[in-house]
């Protein structure tokens, strides 16, 4: 069974940087692409960055394209989401996801069988 992990989280002022990672086990890594999703109160689960299995392939969500950067270590079973520039929109509970054996990194929930717990990014203005 994939287990998901996320940890990173915090309180920033606007304008500020956090790096969130997600670590993996339970199963091969390498045969996950990955994703970030977040939800804000009151507003649905939204895409916000995936990964294909080797990195080589990446996508944004229209909102953080030029200030997120996912990435992801197959040698530690580890998936990062850095956030720069940060704004008071960004505030959410973010999610770290596995979606097995897509060959580039898809932006749905349905397509990700498994979910870390969530950790908490608030921005303040």
């Known amino acids: 069974q994939v287990q998901l992990v996320e940890s990173g989280g915090g309180l920033v002022q606007a304008g500020g940087s956090l790096r969130l990672s997600c670590a993996f086990s339970?199963?091969?890594?390498?045969?996950?692409?990955m994703g970030w999703f977040r939800q804000a109160p009151g507003k649905e689960r939204e895409f916000v960055a995936g990964?294909?299995?080797?990195?080589?392939?990446?996508d944004y969500a229209e909102s953080v394209k030029g200030r997120f950067t996912i990435s992801r270590d197959n040698a530690k079973n580890t998936v990062y989401l850095r956030m720069n520039s940060l704004k008071p929109e960004d505030t959410a509970v973010y999610y770290c996801?596995?979606?097995?054996?897509?060959?580039?990194?898809?932006?749905?929930?349905?397509?990700?069988?498994?979910w870390g717990q969530g950790t908490q990014v608030s921005v303040s203005s």
């Open positions: 990964i294909n299995w080797s990195g080589g392939s990446t």
């Open positions: 339970g199963r091969v890594f390498v045969s996950y692409a």
């Open positions: 996801a596995a979606d097995k054996w897509a060959l580039d990194p898809r932006t749905t929930p349905w397509d990700y069988a498994y």
